[in-house]
Each structure stands twice: as structure tokens, then as C-alpha cells.
């Protein structure tokens, strides 16, 4: 079965760096474009990056452009999400999730991100 999960979450200081990874299986990841949204507390779930299965296209929300970078190795099934000049608003939980359509098929259970001085 699809299984996605998430990991390298943590405390990090204001302007600091995280990066997210994402282990994927029970699919033919390559084939798959992946994103990563997240849910800050009391608050719905934001779309944060989405990635194209060839590498060819990366988006993002306008709250990270300029700050996030997702990427991808096919050859480990994983999906990153490194992140940088963090504040407090990228307080949240980070998910990892399939993106097949229009639609997030798939997600993990998503890793805990804290950003606070």
C-alpha cells in the first residue's frame, strides 16, 4: 500500500534552516509529481510546493517563494523540502503527499515543525 512519511522535523531559531524528507513506497514513485502542504495551529491546510514527476517543475505558495526548495531523488523514492530564512509563521505541521491531477491522493502523517527563538 501507498505509504508516505515524513521526517527531520524540529526547533528551529527565526532566519534558521530545516530540511524535510519524505520516504515513499508502495508506488512507482517516479511516475508520481509530490507536494508539501502544512497546518499551522488554528489554521487550515495550506499548499506549500509541488514537484512534477520529471523534475522539470517546481511551484510554490507565495508565502515560501524565494525560501523553500522541494526536490526529489527518484533513485530513493524521496521527496525533500529544504527551508530557510524560517519565522514564525512556518510554524505548522508538514505534510508529504501524492499529487495525482488535481488532487493530494495520498499524505503522511506529517512531521512537526517549531520555529521559535
Known amino acids: 500500500q501507498v505509504q508516505l512519511v515524513e521526517s527531520g522535523g524540529g526547533l528551529a531559531q527565526p532566519g534558521g534552516s530545516l530540511r524535510l524528507s519524505c520516504a515513499a513506497s508502495?508506488?512507482?514513485?517516479?511516475?508520481?509529481?509530490m507536494s508539501w502542504a502544512r497546518q499551522a495551529p488554528g489554521k487550515g491546510l495550506e499548499w506549500v510546493a509541488g514537484?512534477?514527476?520529471?523534475?522539470?517543475?517546481?511551484y510554490y505558495a507565495d508565502s515560501v517563494k524565494g525560501r523553500f526548495t522541494i526536490s526529489r531523488d527518484n533513485a530513493k523514492n524521496t521527496l525533500y523540502l529544504q527551508m530557510s530564512s524560517l519565522n514564525t509563521e512556518d510554524t505548522a505541521i508538514y505534510y508529504c503527499?501524492?499529487?495525482?491531477?488535481?488532487?493530494?491522493?495520498?499524505w503522511g502523517k506529517g512531521t512537526q515543525v517549531t520555529v521559535s527563538s
Open positions: 508502495g508506488f512507482t514513485y517516479k511516475t508520481y509529481a
Open positions: 503527499a501524492r499529487w495525482h491531477g488535481w488532487v493530494l491522493d495520498y
Open positions: 514537484i512534477y514527476e520529471d523534475d522539470h517543475g517546481t
